[in-house]
């Protein structure tokens, strides 16, 4: 269908992610659907593509498979192909054992290879080829995280016409980590590319403006960049700290499903006094290691009591394919059986450790049975399950513990920081949140609602995509740094 595709009746709004916001369904019968991937930006982005009438371009997650876009739910599906080789070497080698460790305070050491980069560049220029065809005359393109950062500059080359914004959900790292990066200045060059650059805190926002500085030829000046060159074009670098929808999570929770099923969760559990509960991709950023072992000392010590209390640690199967998240895996299988086998006796062990993925609803009767909620990672970008825990927690008894290196930490001040590096800091701080007055943790709690019902996701993409509509016309709000 190439007239819906050319750019005078093509989407006035697009999309552009690594994954596409649907999963595949395949029945008994081998009867292909398409449903709707649970996850806050499909949310959030679905009503603004509904309303603009968009379409969303990314790879449905199989190699070696063309499929051919389709409607969903009122927009459009534009699937873009990837190889297993390039799945391998865009995907599992350059975004996610490169770029990944690197973003995040190189936790995992970044590894460097020439053809990974090729590859990167390949799939980046077919996304952005993708968009190019698919977008209208002057439309809105908003490129989505790391996996993508050249495709704002590869479009804007192909297209001048688009108004183009980038997300990054991670954070940018500082001048010092970044600078190791073989292809610092094709990064550099490929986010300019955008009109605007959203980050999640303003430390990233920094972070590039400063590295554009010191190492492009561009002008910086406040919180833009005055690109020199024939496609002159002002890119501005702001914060825009991701949020959850708030409302939906909370109705999910309060549901008469979740209630039972937090009911039976906990009788399961063999109804505990208190409950301590993480949840995380497997992924090294998260500080798994760390919690674990802390916990475990709480037990070891009798601080806490195994048949009293437990831990519930939920970890997402993720990336397994890359070497470092399978020896993190057999880190905490290690870790997590050598506890269990030491504390307590027969029974309920004091950690329950499920490595699966569970649905929405189940997720969220977790959040209603924490007691205590511990997010610790070592460095994340902003970390959702923290906000999820916040609006899905009913009344105002729970504790969050929250890493200082979550982005979120921003925002959730009234939660019980830690260091996640810091082991008796750390306990103390759950035992602080464990053991705190109702007072103080009604208190707290009562704050860190606040924050997540009137910071939700549609404030948060209302606000870059004004912005971006604006081209940086309206003032960057006071007081950020
Ligand atoms: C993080 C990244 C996302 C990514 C998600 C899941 O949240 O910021 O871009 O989609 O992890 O990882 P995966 O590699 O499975 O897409």
Redesign the pocket.
Known sequence: DTTRQSPENGATFVVVA??LPVDRIVDENGAVDWKTAPGGLVTALEPVMRQRGGAWVGWHGAPDEEVESFEHDGYTIEPVPLTAEEVEEYYEGFS?ATLWPLYHDSVAYPEYHREWFDAYKRVNRRFAEKAAQVAGEGATVWVQ?Y?LQLVPSMLRELRPDLNIGFFL??PFPPMELFDQLPWRREILEGLLGADLVGFQVPGGASNFLRLVRRRTDHRVDRDRAKLIGENQHTCIARAYPISIDTQGFSDLANSPEAIAEAEQLLSDLGNPSTVFVGID?LDYTKGLRQRIRAMGELFAEGTLDPHDAVFLQVATP??ERVEEYRRLRDDIDLLVGRINSEVGGVGRPAIVYLHASFPRATMAAMYRIADVMIVTPLRD?MNLVAKEYVACHPGPDGALVLSEFAGAARELRQAYMVNPYDLNGMKEAVMKAATDTPQNKRRRMRALKKQVSENNIDKWAERFLNDLDAKGETAPEEGED
């Open positions: 690594n994954r996610n995280d996996q959900h991670i991709r993720s990336r970008g």
